[in-house]
Structure formats: C-alpha cells, structure tokens
C-alpha cells in the first residue's frame, strides 16, 4: 500500500488550505485514515482521523471547529480542509492508514509541509 500526500503550501494565517492523501494498492482491509503533524522541535502529534466505513471522524483539540477531514471511498482518497490556519499550525503533514486486525498505523505517507506566516 502507498500513500501519497498532496495540498502543503505557504499560506497567511486565516487562510485556508486542502491536504489530499491517496491510497494505492491493496485497500480492502482499510479501517481507519487520519493525519498527523510534526513541527520543527517537536513530536508527531494526531490532527484527525476517520473511520473507512461510516465516516465516523475524530479531531485533535487544536483543531476542532477548524480542520474537517473527509473522504472519497470510491477513490481511496482522504482529505483535510484546514480554515483559519494559525502560526502554530505550521508542521510537516502525514497521512497514515490503519488496517483491520492492525494495532497501529503501519503505513505512511511521505508528508506535505504547510506554513502559516503570521
């Protein structure tokens, strides 16, 4: 399985963006997508994820009322809408996939850097 990710860019704080991440391969077993951050210094933090069947989605705080993540099951692509982009939103953005009878997020993809100047 590959993913692919797409949509990073420099963008001015209030603005908006759109992260695509595409999957390719074997995607039967497909259970769970979601997108995480790394800033400079920092960990990899969660931002959102959702489920592959029913769409049942879930946010980090930080971003809650701001980002929404959805996706096209008919393309195996995953989205994240970001408005009202903040300064501290500037990270490296990675899309990973979780499988059924998988216990963490085995695949990634390459990430995708969005940078909100102030």
């Known amino acids: 399985v590959q993913l692919q990710a797409s949509g990073g860019g420099l963008v001015q704080a209030g603005g908006s963006l759109r992260l695509s991440c595409a999957a390719s391969?074997?995607?039967?077993?497909?259970?769970?997508m979601a997108w995480f951050r790394q800033a400079p210094g920092e960990e990899r933090e969660f931002v959102a994820s959702?489920?592959?069947?029913?769409?049942?989605?879930r946010y980090a705080d930080a971003v809650k009322g701001r980002f929404t993540i959805s996706r096209d099951n008919a393309k195996d692509i995953v989205y994240l809408q970001m408005n009202s982009l903040k300064f501290e939103d500037t990270a490296v953005y990675s899309c990973?996939?979780?499988?059924?009878?998988?216990?963490?997020?085995?695949?990634w993809g390459q990430g995708t850097q969005v940078t909100v100047s102030s």
């Open positions: 990973a996939a979780l499988f059924a009878g998988d216990g963490a997020y085995n695949f």
């Open positions: 391969g074997r995607t039967s077993r497909l259970y769970n």
């Open positions: 959702i489920k592959w069947s029913g769409g049942t989605t």
